[in-house]
Structure formats: C-alpha cells, structure tokens
C-alpha cells in the first residue's frame, strides 16, 4: 500500500466530529428521491486523482448528494458537472464526466483533496472541524509535495494560510489571485464552482478555464 493509499484508507473509518458523522450518515439513509434506489457514500470522501500530481485542488467539502453519495469528489453534483469539464479542456482529466466511482475517470497531473472530509450542514464545517481534518491535508501536501496549490473558494484559501502560518495580510482571496509561500509553492485562488456562483454568473466557463491556463502557467516557474 503507498503512502496516499494508507491516509484514505485512514481518512474513510474517520469519526473525529460527532455533528459531521451524524450529518454525513443521516443524509445516506434519507437520500434525495432521484436516487432513492443508490446505496450513498455516507462516509469521509477521500483524496482523488494522480498520485504524481504537481497540482492540489483544495475544496471545501462533500456536496450532500454528490460526493457523500457518489464516495469521489466532485462525483455526481453540479459542482462536478462545472469542474470536470474544465479540467478535460485543460489537459488534467481524460474525459469531462464524473458520475461515480467506476466511470473510469483519471487525472493527470492534478490530485483533489478538500479542507473537510465530511459533509457539513447548509456546507457550513466549523473551525473546529476544519481543525480535525486538517492533518489529513497536511500529509497529501507532504506526500504528493504539490508546486501549485488551486484553493476552490475562500475557506479553503483561510485553511492553507493557516497551515503554514501565513499571517501577511497582503494574502487576500481573489479569484485568479497568486501567491507564493516561502515553501515555494504556489497559491492560486479560484471562486468555487457551487451552482451559488455557476448559475448567478459569478463564476463563468471562461473565468474558470483561465484557471487552469493560470495554473499551467505556474508550473512552468518550477
Ligand atoms: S470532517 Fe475530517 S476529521 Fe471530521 S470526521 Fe470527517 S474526516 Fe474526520
């Protein structure tokens, strides 16, 4: 087993917050109605993609009856549906469908790990939560030693700051926002692709695509 395959298998028997694992489990016996007849996830969504990656996507958290249900994130929600595509135009993902664990979906270059495991209520985790799961990001980021680091929204961006200490205020989220942090990694910010920002127009295809131009780019400063 590697490393990374030992912390998912670590990170799926979590039940370090009691709210979450009542949460992630309450919504897996419930379920939405269009997928009444699907056994849902209902546990800690471990990390995805290549284990070689350069680039880190850090997410916020499962979507309810996306990745709680599908067990992949990103897997089976809009959120996905908006993410996938752009990374198959950028090169990262060999097909731009992401419906569930056995779709034969592969990443290039590009691994997905969020700032919490578990689905939170109204996609709310509290710090305390985002405090327990924290570990689990620190040993991707140890492990996979990404260059460029994408943060999906500003909660994931406040995590990363945390975790290394960053306390200059320059470091403000901005979508499209770079950074480097004395480890030499690279920040990138991005709006998360929530049907909240997708379908208001906060967050378009193009914004989104140049992204990945962007984060492409940085790779390049190795
Ligand atoms: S959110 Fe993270 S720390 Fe909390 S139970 Fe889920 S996997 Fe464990």
């Known amino acids: 087993m590697t ?8 990170i799926i028997v979590c039940h370090k917050c009691p709210r979450l694992v009542a949460w992630r489990e309450e919504v897996a016996r419930v379920k939405r109605r ?8 209902g ?3 471990p990390g995805f993609g290549d284990p070689n990656a350069r680039v880190l996507i850090v997410g916020l958290a499962p979507g309810a009856h ?3 249900r599908t067990g992949r994130a990103f897997t089976g929600d809009a959120s996905g549906g908006f993410l996938y595509p752009a ?4 090169g990262f993902a060999d097909q731009p469908i992401a419906v569930s664990r056995s779709d034969g979906l592969t990443l290039k270059d590009l691994y997905i790990a969020a700032a919490a495991r578990c689905v939170p209520p109204d996609n709310k985790p509290t710090l305390e939560e985002l405090n327990n ?5 620190e040993r991707e980021i140890q492990i996979l030693k990404p260059k460029v680091i994408v943060c999906l929204g500003r909660i994931a961006f406040a995590r990363i700051l945390r975790m290394y200490s960053v306390r200059n205020p320059s470091f403000k989220f901005a979508h499209g926002a770079t950074y480097q942090l004395m480890t030499g990694h690279w920040l990138l910010c991005s709006y998360h692709p929530s049907q909240q920002n997708t379908l208001t127009g906060k967050l ?6 140049d992204i ?10 190795e």
């Open 3 to 10: 490393e990374l395959e030992k912390l998912n298998s670590e």
């Open 212 to 221: 990945w131009v962007k984060a492409k780019e940085l790779l390049l400063n």
């Open 204 to 209: 378009t295809v193009k914004m989104f695509d």
């Open 34 to 41: 269009a997928y009444k007849d699907q056994e849902y996830w």
């Open 43 to 45: 546990k800690p969504v």
């Open 133 to 137: 799961c924290q570990p689990y990001l």
């Open 66 to 68: 996306g990745s709680n």
């Open 87 to 90: 990374l198959y135009r950028a």
